[in-house]
């Protein structure tokens, strides 16, 4: 299909929108720390490309070198985030921007695209049947439920891996509530400082919150979710920042 997308960039982004949370009056503090966020990693290559639309509908993606992300890549993009959403689902969306990235990677001589999944379906995370579909292949599988997935465009290319960091599915502090989380999302801020906060506060659990603030945090991080990830007496338990909330918090800790 042919479609106009919009990229952003420093000129565009502060009167453009980035998709999420645009109309999420709680999260307006998050939502322009996301743009900040943007407008620094613009220089490291980068991309941001919607649809023209007041809509869900958008990917990003990076140097896989430059990625806030435990990987080891090197001449691959990284996709970040990727959603079609609502009415935009089944029209062709998906796979026009994945080719834009596509298109991206062949022109600057890239190995290929790279992104992080769940093996099973993982909140804010990309649906790995979905890629599959697109020819990208499972290079390898976290034992706590990420997968890396490649489409090279050299097949002789080194295949990428996840980092050493994340390979354990736990981190460093083992008592109690233990999260992970970046200014990638515009939801992170609220849900972690209001809402998990108040939640452990209510429980009288321990609670330590770690903002990945660099690119070399990020990528040294013990998972490779590093948008948000809660971690319970030390082990990882879920990328879904609902779980932030009391009412959602018991069932997620012990469905783990």
Excluded at 98 to 105: C, M
Excluded at 150 to 176: H, T
Aim: aromatic share 14%.
């Amino acid at each position: 299909m042919e479609t106009e997308f919009i990229t952003l960039t420093e000129e565009n982004i502060d009167r453009e929108h980035i998709c999420c949370a645009f109309s999420d009056k709680k999260c307006t503090e998050s939502y322009q720390a996301k743009k900040a966020w943007m407008k620094r990693e613009f220089d490291n290559g980068y991309i941001f490309r919607r649809l023209p639309e007041r809509a869900k509908v958008f990917i990003e993606y990076s140097p896989a070198e430059k990625a806030w992300i435990p990987v080891d890549a090197p001449n691959y993009f990284m996709i970040h985030c990727f959603w079609v959403s609502g009415k935009y689902k089944g029209k062709g969306y998906a796979k026009a921007l994945l080719q834009t990235a596509i298109d991206d990677a062949r022109a600057q001589g890239k190995d290929g695209i790279i992104t992080v999944v769940g093996t099973k379906k993982l909140h804010f995370m990309s649906d790995a049947k979905w890629f599959l579909k697109q020819g990208f292949e499972t290079v390898e599988k976290l034992p706590y439920g990420f997968s890396l997935l490649v489409k090279k465009l050299n097949q002789s290319a080194k295949d990428p891996s996840f980092r050493y960091s994340v390979q354990s599915g736990e981190c460093p502090e083992k008592n109690g509530i233990v999260v992970y989380y970046t200014n990638r999302c515009p939801f992170t801020e609220y849900y972690v400082n209001t809402e998990l906060t108040k939640t452990a506060e209510m429980r009288k659990l321990p609670l330590k919150l770690i903002k990945l603030e660099t690119m070399e945090q990020a990528q040294s991080a013990p998972t490779p979710a590093t948008i948000f990830s809660l971690f319970y007496d030390g082990k990882f338990v879920t990328t879904d920042m609902s779980s932030c909330m009391d009412s959602k918090f018991e069932k997620t800790v012990k469905t783990r």
